[in-house]
Every structure is written in C-alpha cells, then in structure tokens.
C-alpha cells in the first residue's frame, strides 16, 4: 500500500530509541493565535528569544522537524516536540527537485529545498528507498514527503 505525503510528513523514519527517544527533545515556542506548528514542517531556534518557530526561506540557526507523535501542539501551547538530533531521519515536504545526496535548506512553510552549499540535513530517498543495492533513492520533486538526514550542523 502506497502512503500519501499527508501520511508520511512529520514521521520519525526509525521506530527505534534513536528516532523516538534520544532526538526528541521538548522546545519552547510562541503562543496565541494561529501559534500551532504542524507536524512534519522544519523549524528553528531563534537566538534572541529561545523559542522555536517555523523556518521559512532565508531562516539560520539550529534545525529541527516537528514529529507526528501525540501531543501534538495546539495555539494555546508554550512549548513542542522537535526531532533535531544529528543522524536523526524523519519525512518532510519537498518544494522542489532534490537529487540523492543533496543538502538541503528550509524553505517557505517549513519544508525543504536543495542547496548547493552547506545545509542542516541530507536527501535520503523516498518510503522504502535506499534501504539496500537495487533500491537506490530517486530524486525528488515538489508536493513530495521525502526522507532526510539531520546533520545537526547550525546554518
């Protein structure tokens, strides 16, 4: 059975301690209306208040991904989950074509693009791909949940 990009966004790609337990970690963000992060979108921590806030084109500092685990935050919450890790994998949204292996940066909405220089996380593949010889990862295309490696670099 084929998964949606609705389905996969947001899911830690390992059920493991690494992905569930030790690159989760619980972040304090803004709060009022329309304050609520979707699971699945990149965020960054913005130095001058401690709080993360989703990333857009252009956004620097530490990375992470909201995962799709319960609680998920609503408007009225002070704080999240991210997943920001090194090494950590989980399904973001693309908005544009990124090959295997590729860098990549936030872009508007908290979903990532390609870059040619340094970025906070990897291209790894689609569901299922890249996990042994003959299932090579393909590129991907905007709309898509693709697999990502964070890198733990800060941009």
Known sequence: MALTTAQLIGTPVNASERDLDEAVEIGKKATGASSAIAYGRVVFLTGSSG?????????TGRMGVVPKLAPINVDADTTLQVVAA????IYVESLG?????QQ?????????????GQ???VYKGH????SGLGNDP????????VRIELSGDVI
């Open 51 to 59: 709080l993360w806030a989703i990333a857009t084109t252009g956004s």
């Open 86 to 89: 090194p090494r950590a994998e």
């Open 97 to 101: 074509a990124i090959k295997p292996g």
């Open 104 to 116: 990549l940066l936030p872009a508007t909405g908290g979903k990532v693009i390609a870059t040619t």
């Open 127 to 130: 569901y299922g791909e890249g």
């Open 119 to 121: 970025g906070f996380a």
């Open 138 to 145: 393909t590129d991907g295309a905007s709309g898509e949940a």
